[in-house]
């Protein structure tokens, strides 16, 4: 794998735009000297956003970016819990990696809500599958009668991990040869009613028992730490804990501005931190289909939408 470029693929959707700029040069920076090649799935981007995308490979020669335009019509017979509809449909199409890449033998899928922190990502890339198809972080935290029944419906064993989709080192060709997409197609219709974490349970379905767990510090869920020295890169899952989230708690918002500043968005810095300044006294979200407002950290009010 010394001679190829490291393969990273993302999915997105334009009012992302930013946040996947962030994610992307948070990688090219902490791994100076790697040659990258980033693949973006999408259903339709404006050209503005693919030209300031090509201003990120005009500043890093040794990095290669390229779009790749998916039929959403392909996608539709997914479920999206109304619960979690902060998640597009687009987060579907990591399961589609091994058609809409035949030539590469392996990837990195990410997550955009991710910041690389620190050390590179080679080792990550090297990393020896030993004949599993592929390999997550296992969301081992979780571990309730609820969610032990759930993974049960899901067609899980109990000794069988349960894992994050969030960061995925795929092993492509073994993908193809398992009809890996294919069988992700035929689970969403055998599981569409009890889907609850969209592509995530559908990669535990159909891979259950198969998968590689990685170390937690390749794509750690724990509340942020700048004092963590083990960790590569971080997962911001909450949606209140998101870096470029407004909420008066969060300070990872600080992180995300060092690397705002080196992207082709940095002219939003300034509306940005006024964003943050505002949110210290007043700040709203939706989650689970209901309104939150808070004053001064404290909530006030909330209603359904």
């Known amino acids: 794998m010394n001679d190829r ?32 090649a980033f693949h973006v799935l999408h259903f339709g981007v404006s050209p503005s956003t693919q030209e300031r995308f090509s201003q990120i490979e005009a500043a890093h020669p040794n990095v290669r970016i390229t779009f790749h335009h998916l039929d959403g019509a392909r996608f539709e017979r997914f479920p999206t819990p109304k619960f979690l509809s902060e998640i597009p449909l687009i987060a579907y199409c990591r399961l589609a990696l091994p ?5 590469e033998p392996r990837v990195i899928y990410s997550d955009i809500d991710v910041l690389a922190v620190r050390g590179g990502l080679r080792d990550l890339w090297e990393t020896d599958l030993g004949g599993h198809p592929m390999a997550c ?31 995925i080192l795929m092993d492509l060709d073994a993908l193809r040869r398992d009809r890996f997409t294919e069988r992700c197609f035929e689970a969403s219709g055998r599981l569409h ?21 990685l170390p937690d510090k390749w794509n750690c869920t724990q509340n942020w ?18 870096p470029w989230c407004n909420i008066w708690k969060n300070v990872t918002w600080l992180p995300y501005l060092r690397y705002l500043l080196k992207t082709p968005y940095r002219a939003n810095a300034f509306r940005f931190v ?17 309104r939150r407002y808070l004053f001064c950290g404290i909530r006030v009010w909330k209603k359904k939408v």
Request: aromatic share 12%; charged share 20%.
């Open 225 to 242: 730490s700048p004092f963590r020295k083990d960790v590569v890169q971080w997962h911001f899952q909450s949606q209140t804990a998101k």
């Open 137 to 167: 972080i296992s969301d081992h935290h979780i571990d309730t009668p609820d969610f032990r029944l759930f993974r049960k419906m899901l067609g899980m064993r109990p000794e069988h991990d349960y894992f994050c989709s969030g960061l």
């Open 5 to 36: 470029p490291i393969t990273i693929a993302y999915s997105f959707t334009d009012n992302w735009a930013q946040h996947l700029a962030v994610a992307m040069t948070s990688v090219i920076v902490n791994n100076p000297g790697e040659r990258f």
């Open 274 to 290: 006024l964003g943050h300044l505002v949110g210290l006294f007043w700040f709203s979200y939706t989650k689970n289909c209901v």
């Open 193 to 213: 009613d009890i889907i609850v974490y969209v592509d995530q349970d559908v990669i535990n379905s159909v891979c259950a028992g198969n998968i590689l767990p």
């Open 99 to 103: 058609d809409i890449l035949p030539d």
